[in-house]
Structures are given as C-alpha cells and as structure tokens.
C-alpha cells in the first residue's frame, strides 16, 4: 500500500509565497516521475510541474519562472516551491508519483489535494 500525505498550501496575498510537499510511505521499489497539478472551480485537472528521477524537470508555460519542483529521493518526497503568486493560481494542487512496489507493477498514486487560494 502507498500513501501520498500532502502538505502546505493555505491563502496568501498576491505576489507572495508558498510551499508545497508530498511524502510518500508504504513499501516502495523505486519512485519515477513525480509531479503536481492542479484543479481549479470549473476547470479541468492540468500539470504544473513534473520531475524525472534524473532530477529533469518540466513546467507548464503559465508557472514558468515562477515555480520550482524539486525531490529529495532519501525522503521520497517532491516539493513545489511557489513565488509571485497571482489570483490565477488559485486552485486545488494534487501531487502524483510513478511508482513501483515490490509487489506491484509501476502505477500512479495521488495525493488527497490541498487548496492553495490567492487573494487579489
């Protein structure tokens, strides 16, 4: 069994900060692509930010500059360091990880969400 525990988030002012973490438990294999994304009211689910386990990254057009994913594979967590926040930002961030059990295939496992909302 894995778990994704997710945690930061909360309300922050426009242009301000936050960070976000998930830590993944149970009895893993290895850990591949671990990445975030996020939902907001009336919108489709959409990737922020993914990180390969070689440490390569990808980052949707609209947080570029603005947002670092990183991963510490000793602790099986993924951060999301969130800077210069906009109204725009505001959603519900879920992380997600490939992952591989030792008695399981790969598959994805998510994290249960955290509401991130900016406020103008």
């Known amino acids: 069994q894995v778990q994704l525990v997710q945690s930061g988030g909360g309300l922050v002012q426009s242009g301000g900060s936050l960070r976000l973490s998930c830590a993944a438990s149970?009895?893993?294999?290895?850990?591949?692509?671990m990445g975030w994304y996020r939902q907001a009211p009336g919108k489709q689910r959409e990737l922020v930010a993914s990180?390969?386990?070689?440490?390569?990254?990808n980052y949707a057009d609209s947080v570029k500059g603005r947002f670092t994913i990183s991963r510490d594979n000793a602790e099986n967590t993924v951060y999301l360091d969130m800077n210069s926040l906009t109204p725009e930002d505001t959603a519900v961030y879920y992380c997600?990880?490939?992952?591989?059990?030792?008695?399981?295939?790969?598959?994805?496992?998510w994290g249960q969400g955290t509401q991130v909302t900016v406020s103008s």
């Open positions: 990180i390969g386990s070689g440490d390569d990254t």
């Open positions: 997600n990880a490939n992952i591989r059990t030792v008695l399981t295939r790969r598959g994805d496992y």
């Open positions: 149970g009895v893993i294999f290895n850990i591949y692509t």
